[in-house]
């Protein structure tokens, strides 16, 4: 899993216009558990090699831990964990401002805390959140969103 960058470096080749996606726990578990979208993810996965780079945020990450631990163990956690790390995916990690704008989307919507981070990094990268999670009907004005699923 790559770290998150801070700033940018500019080549003086024109490179394609990048996709950006930030995935949620819903996505990853949908992925791995072989639910209805993942061959959505997959897809997304596949196309890291050429015009997509995806996104986790760190509260998301632990979130996917903390279920995976819950209802199947600590050990299939950390084997999750380990997985998720291999894949294709930066692991955004947590500032002050992103912790203040997910705690004003969680004041304004009725979303988890867990969601509102993930929210909150799509619109601080300008990418879609590519989830089955009802609770992003409610964001959809605020961010575009990739659905697994109808809903």
């Known amino acids: 899993m790559r770290k998150e960058q801070s700033g940018s470096s500019r080549s003086s080749r024109k490179v394609a216009e990048r996709a950006f996606y930030v995935l949620d726990s819903y996505a990853l578990f949908a992925y791995f558990e072989d639910e209805e979208g993942a061959n959505i993810v997959a897809d997304l ?13 760190l509260i998301n990450f632990g979130e996917v831990a903390y279920i995976t631990e819950r209802e199947r163990g600590p050990q299939q956690a950390v084997r999750l964990l380990e997985d998720i790390r291999l894949l294709p995916i930066t692991l955004s990690r947590i500032d002050e401002e992103r912790v203040i704008a997910a705690a004003h989307i969680k004041a304004c919507y009725p979303v988890s ?39």
Do not use: C, H, Q
Request: net charge negative; aromatic share 10%.
């Open 45 to 57: 996965i596949k196309r890291t090699a050429e015009n997509v780079s995806l996104f986790l945020s």
């Open 113 to 151: 805390y867990a969601d509102a981070f993930a929210i909150a990094l799509a619109e601080e990268l300008g990418a879609t959140a590519v989830t089955g999670d009802p609770e992003f009907k409610k964001v959809e004005s605020m961010i575009p969103v990739l659905w697994l699923r109808e809903v």
